[in-house]
């Protein structure tokens, strides 16, 4: 079934000028209850040595001119200011990303984003801030683990906007429990009067090994009804549409040319390198991560090593349930062709997924726009179900 087109790359673990590159800042004030990415209490943790690290992995493999650059975490607003200076003015000895990236983003939490960070990022190349608000509700922040408090919130929002931002993000979560409408549409409607340029909206999970997790198994806390997280999440689409953000991708919304180039390009399948513990990337067909340990990473980095703790090439049909699977999370859906040449799909072999996107849409699943495959409004809320129906085509799917 898979019938593979070779990959021409020379060097798999040297990505072309221009992939997007991640960079993955690991400390926080403190680590929230919910969160499963790699991250660690800052205090007392060796910042500078952290950024000399990444600067030096990025030595080794970082793309040159990436066309977009995201800062993420952890918490980069944590950083230091000096830090900062340091990481970014690094990177643009490494390359260039200045001169050649319309979309430079830094993850941001309330309590590290004064007025005087805001302007010295915006100063060193960043274009967008996003701000991870996560509710209005102190209760749910203490909750959440969070360390700010609402009022920050908003003063973060102006610090970033007196800096100079044209583009700032706003992160919420949802379907928390205990959440009502009342409360969501409230809190949201207050969140949207303030004017961003992009919504980040996401359910709560609870993800393995966080405290939520241990939380719902011992009856500490109680799930949504699912029938109340749909109603959040159509009351969330409905209000960001009213607001001027309409939805591009299950999560997330924005203003018309607003939505982040940077993700954009993950739901498309494309290439991307990550620096820092825990980073991943995707370099050719072959996707790799960095240790998830501070100690292991930088060791391997400070003696010239790669830092990847582990790399796979999953099959050619495997990749391609991907592609589906990534890019019907966007509102503009799924191009076949362009998925079977983001996969390596041989262009003149017989295509099962297309089939089955046909026939999805032959049932009300999806539905065509152009050339593309879209979540129809009844297939938007059971997105995931529809995915597997794509990797149920999957013939090998050990890499």
């Known amino acids: 079934m898979s019938a593979a087109a070779p990959s021409v790359r020379a060097n798999p673990d040297r990505a072309t000028a221009g992939t997007p590159l991640y960079v993955h800042l690991p400390f926080c004030a403190a680590k929230c209850h919910y969160c499963d990415f790699f991250s660690v209490a800052g205090e007392g943790q060796d910042g500078p040595g952290m950024v000399a690290a990444i600067l030096a992995e990025a030595k080794q493999r970082a793309p040159q001119r990436p066309r977009t650059v995201f800062l993420g975490g952890g918490t980069p607003s944590y950083q230091s200011e000096p830090e900062l200076r340091a990481l970014l003015d690094g990177l643009q000895a490494v390359t260039d990303f200045r001169s050649s990236a319309d979309e430079v983003t830094a993850e941001c939490n309330p309590e590290s984003l004064s007025f005087e960070k805001a302007r010295l990022l915006h100063d060193l190349g960043v274009t967008r801030l996003s701000i991870g608000f996560q509710s209005l509700e102190p209760e749910v922040l203490t909750l959440f683990g969070r360390v700010h408090d609402?009022?920050?919130?908003?003063?973060?929002?102006?610090?970033?906007?007196?800096?100079?931002?044209?583009?700032?993000?706003?992160?919420l979560i949802y379907a928390y429990p205990g959440h009502t409408r009342e409360h969501w549409e409230r809190d949201l409607a207050r969140v949207l009067a303030l004017g961003p340029d992009h919504l980040a909206a996401y359910n709560l999970t609870f993800e393995e090994e966080t405290p939520f997790e241990r939380w719902l198994t011992d009856g500490r806390l109680q799930a949504l009804p699912e029938e109340l997280e749909l109603e959040l999440f159509d009351v969330t689409r409905d209000l960001a549409r009213k607001a001027g953000l309409p939805a591009y991708e299950i999560s997330n919304y924005a203003r018309p040319t607003e939505a982040c180039r940077h993700n954009v390009n993950?739901?498309?399948?494309?290439?991307?390198?990550?620096l820092g513990p825990s980073a991943a990337s995707k370099v050719g067909f072959t996707r790799s991560g960095n240790a998830r340990s501070i100690a292991l990473y930088r060791r391997a980095v400070e003696q010239g090593e790669s830092a990847a703790a582990w790399d796979e090439?999953?099959?050619?049909?495997?990749?391609?349930?991907?592609?589906w699977w990534l890019g019907l999370r966007l509102a503009d859906g799924v191009v076949a062709a362009r998925a079977r040449e983001t996969a390596g799909w041989a262009s003149d072999a017989h295509d099962p997924f297309e089939e089955r996107a046909r026939s999805l849409a032959d049932e009300g699943w999806l539905e065509r726009r152009g050339a593309s495959f879209a979540l129809s409004a009844r297939g938007l809320p059971l997105a995931d179900m529809l995915a597997r129906r794509f990797f149920e085509l999957v013939d090998d799917p050990a890499p």
Do not use: C, I, K, M
């Open 266 to 274: 993950y739901w498309r399948n494309g290439e991307y390198v990550g």
């Open 313 to 323: 090439t999953p099959s050619t049909s495997l990749r391609l349930a991907e592609t």
């Open 150 to 171: 609402v009022d920050e919130s908003f003063r973060a929002y102006d610090n970033a906007r007196r800096a100079g931002f044209d583009r700032v993000n706003v992160d």
